[in-house]
């Protein structure tokens, strides 16, 4: 978490016990979900989004053998954008987005 969320953030998870420490290491905002007992939502913090997102990232990354490093960030752009698009015709979405913000 060092280096990726600074010691005010709110931070939001499961149950999972390597998240206990949190508090210990500075982190005083810290909001648990509990799977356990059929809590998927307490709050603000809805964890099975950022869960979904990842089952399906992985999914679609999985289908590249070997990655280069350096391209990594445009290959999880495209499964950000693809994710908060699922269900949709993309190409009418692109053509919107590239009429706004033409490569010219």
Not at 72 to 98: A, M, S
Request: with cysteine; net charge positive; aromatic share 14%.
């Amino acid at each position: 978490m060092r280096g990726h969320a600074t010691l005010d953030s709110v931070i939001y998870s499961d149950g999972w016990r390597g998240y206990n420490s949190l508090v210990d290491v500075g982190y005083g905002k810290h909001l648990r979900v509990d799977h356990g007992r059929d809590e998927f939502v307490r709050d603000k913090a809805h964890i099975n989004g950022i869960e979904g997102f990842w089952g399906f990232a992985k999914s679609r990354l999985t289908r590249f053998r070997r990655m280069k490093k350096a391209t990594f960030y445009l290959h999880l752009k495209e499964c950000e954008f693809r994710f908060n698009h699922r269900g949709q015709n993309l190409y009418p979405v692109l053509l919107i987005l590239c009429r706004k913000r033409p490569l010219n």
